[in-house]
């Protein structure tokens, strides 16, 4: 029951010793306490704190992981922890510590607790990576649960948790929370899906392998790493829904050192295959601060097969050594909680509109300046507008979109270039709650109403 310190050699030896520290207070605190599986309660923090471990979080988040649940489920209370371990560590807890149920049903506790979590994690997002790493031990030992309990748990790691995953960049945590929550959800599905990957797995590595040479012979002094991946079997029953061919279940991946080097290899790709018209620059237009790549299809033996040409991903706690953190987290998190709050003050409407935009897939459309405004799915000219200058938002009549004059309640596809057209009056009507998408745009027509 102790920490494997082996994976925390890139800490320094006095990070290293109060970790050492955190988790003698945290086997103190919840000694004799046992979890569902019968095993000593202390292994769950642990276990969450080796997740993180795993992806080189720094000491102060693998301290609140230790002690996540010990003002929960212990005597001890966040002032003891803050004099112990300092006010970042206690701000942590205190944002993953769940209020007391009292006499609220379920469906309202379970919200009030989301629209905490989310709350604090816009001034720390550590508070969210803590809470995904928790979820996933959880999934992990989900089996003891019975099953009227499972599934719901399944449900809500599918349809809240895992989305916040990718949101954060951390993408291997995403596939393994839709992977465990499908098994326990569908499992002949999953294992249908499973056993078509694995019997088109040979097929792949043959057309991978034809590739490989063949790049490596053209690429000169271009230093490139390849290798080829398959979809989540989560997405993979997607796709495999949609009767797409099975070559889409999988992808070769380019990994250069420098943005610019993708372009060089995407050149290579295209002259030594056959490109499909399939393109898509996240180089370019960034929709993703943890991944920048180039996505494009080519024609292999008259298969399709996808290309990621892409360099080192970054990680979420790269980005928080060179970041504020309180910036970092609103950054990605958005404005959107703030918005949601500002909305409304009834925790289940929160955790409704809060799921809604925070899990739709999103947009990217331009200002004529070529600014970039990112947007969810199905959002409106009036969407737009609000996002990008409410004062001019409340005065529009109408929009050019690529050019073309359209109405504000025309729904906006990716990569539209939008313009506004305004008048001298204000031109808000009720009307325009029905054509929004989001709570910032609900927000500011309320307000001038």
């Known amino acids: 029951m102790n920490v494997n310190f082996d994976q925390a050699l890139y800490l320094q030896e006095d990070e290293i010793e109060s970790l050492e520290r955190a988790l003698l207070f945290a086997k103190d605190a919840h000694k004799g306490q046992k979890r569902a599986t019968g095993e000593p309660y202390i292994i769950h923090p642990i276990a969450v704190c080796e997740i993180l471990m795993n992806y080189q979080a720094d000491h102060t988040t693998l301290i609140a992981a230790l002690l996540h649940d010990v003002v929960e489920d212990t005597s001890v209370t966040l002032p003891e922890i803050g004099d112990s371990f300092g006010s970042e560590v206690a701000l942590i807890v205190e944002g993953l510590t769940k209020e007391k149920k009292g006499n609220l049903h379920k469906e309202e506790y379970s919200a009030i607790n989301v629209k905490k979590l989310l709350s604090a994690s816009v001034k720390d997002i550590r508070i969210l990576i803590i809470k995904l790493a928790d979820r996933l031990h959880n999934m992990r030992t989900l089996e003891v649960k019975k099953i009227e309990k499972k599934v719901p748990y399944a449900n809500e790691t599918l349809l809240f948790f895992s989305p916040l995953a990718e949101r954060l960049g951390l993408y291997q945590m995403q596939e393994e929370l839709e992977e465990l929550s499908f098994k326990y959800l569908n499992p002949p599905k999953f294992h249908e899906v499973q056993k078509l990957v694995i019997n088109y797995t040979k097929t792949f590595i043959a057309i991978f392998d034809t590739c490989s040479d063949r790049i490596i012979r053209s690429k000169g002094n271009l230093d490139i790493k390849m290798a080829w991946e398959r979809e989540p079997i989560y997405k993979a029953a997607s796709i495999i829904q949609e009767k797409k061919p099975l070559a889409e ?45 180039l996505t494009t299809k080519v024609l292999i033996n008259e298969i399709e097969v996808k290309f990621i040409i892409q360099t080192e991903q970054t990680s979420i706690f790269q980005l928080l050594k060179t970041n504020p953190i309180p910036t970092l987290s609103s950054k ?53 507008a609000f996002h990008l200058n409410p004062h001019l938002a409340r005065k529009m009549s109408a929009s050019r979109i690529n050019g073309l004059k359209k109405p504000i309640y025309t729904v906006l596809h990716d990569m539209d270039i939008v313009e506004l057209v305004t008048t001298k009056q204000t031109t808000v009507q009720a009307s325009w709650l029905n054509h929004i998408q989001t709570a910032k745009a609900l927000k500011e027509i309320k307000e001038i109403l």
């Open 249 to 293: 279940l999988f992808m070769i991946k380019l990994t250069t050192k420098e943005s610019i080097h993708c372009y060089t290899a995407l050149g290579i790709v295209h002259q030594l295959f056959q490109p499909l018209e399939h393109f898509e620059d996240n180089i370019a237009i960034e929709k993703s601060m943890f991944s920048k790549h």
């Open 332 to 384: 990605i998190l958005k404005d959107t909680i703030q918005s949601v709050q500002s909305v409304t003050t009834n925790p289940i409407e929160f955790h409704d509109l809060i799921s809604f935009e925070l899990f739709q897939k999103e947009l990217t459309v331009f200002t004529p300046k070529m600014d970039i405004i990112t947007l969810p799915e199905k959002s409106t000219v009036i969407d737009f």
